[in-house]
């Protein structure tokens, strides 16, 4: 097996909104404390060909953060924050902690309310939303 296909067979796909502020500083943080050849980012304001081939709406994709493992499994929210948390050396203690299950059910109802909340003030969430709802 080459270096290449291996790289493949670990790569993690994250769809962010690279227009919402928050979000981008987060995921630049990840970035660069990201290990090589772990994480593809997508910035699904650019291109959101690869999160519509997932199924997912643009409107979706901006509202919650989506992941994709190596495994083609959707991870959403949450469960996206875990995944990635997973392969950064000092964010290990916290996914491990989130995956706890009273604990991921807090912190899931804490993101969703903020997500929501966050989707309504951005202009951009809003007019994705609208185009889709034209279709």
């Known amino acids: ?13 994250v769809f962010y909104d690279g ?16 290990p090589e050849g772990v994480f593809d980012w997508q910035d699904i304001t650019t291109t959101a060909d690869d999160l519509q081939k997932q ?3 643009v409107s979706e994709g901006l509202k919650l953060l989506h992941a994709v493992d190596n495994n083609d499994r959707l991870h959403v929210g949450v469960d996206a924050f875990i995944l990635i948390w997973q392969h950064l050396r000092r964010w290990k203690a916290l996914a491990f902690i989130v995956s706890l299950p009273i ?3 807090i912190v899931n109802v804490a993101y969703r309310t903020f997500a929501n909340w966050r989707f309504k003030r951005l202009k951009h969430c809003q007019i994705a939303e609208k185009q889709e709802q034209k279709r």
Do not use: D, F
């Not at 080459?2 to 993690?12: A, G, N, V």
């Not at 227009?19 to 990201?34: M, P, Q, T």
């Open 103 to 105: 604990i991921r059910q």
């Open 55 to 57: 199924g997912i709406s």
């Open 19 to 34: 227009k919402c502020g928050l979000c981008s500083k987060e995921i630049n943080h990840y970035r660069k404390v990201a």
């Open 1 to 13: 097996m080459s270096e290449k296909q291996t790289e493949e067979q670990l790569m993690i796909t």
